[in-house]
């Protein structure tokens, strides 16, 4: 089983949902490391970033189910699991700063 799950991870459709929140949690670290923490009722440019790419997030996390759910679905279980808990940790700061 280990074996199954390292060799879906090799594809970008399973690699790329989880590296794409993690590049968005070192751009929110940088950004709030550089800027102080914005409590404007106006969003910023650093908003629609996030924004953005967490719609870009839900659509690679579809395309990666889509695709490998049918045909290991052990294996893609897991790693939609990973994949979730990858995009919830941006979400996960964004809450607890209250941005």
Do not use: C, N
């Amino acid at each position: 089983m280990p074996h199954a799950i390292a060799s879906t991870l090799r594809h970008p459709t399973a690699w790329l949902p989880i590296a794409v929140p993690l590049a968005l949690l070192t751009f929110m670290a940088a950004y709030l490391s550089w800027f102080e923490v914005p409590r404007t009722s106006d969003e910023d440019t650093a908003a629609h970033i996030f924004q953005v790419t967490m719609l870009v997030e839900i659509v690679l996390v579809v395309v990666f189910a889509v695709r490998w759910l049918p045909k290991t679905p052990a294996p893609a279980g897991i790693v939609l699991g990973i994949q979730f808990l990858a995009a919830a940790t941006p979400l996960a700061l964004v809450f607890v700063l209250g941005l």
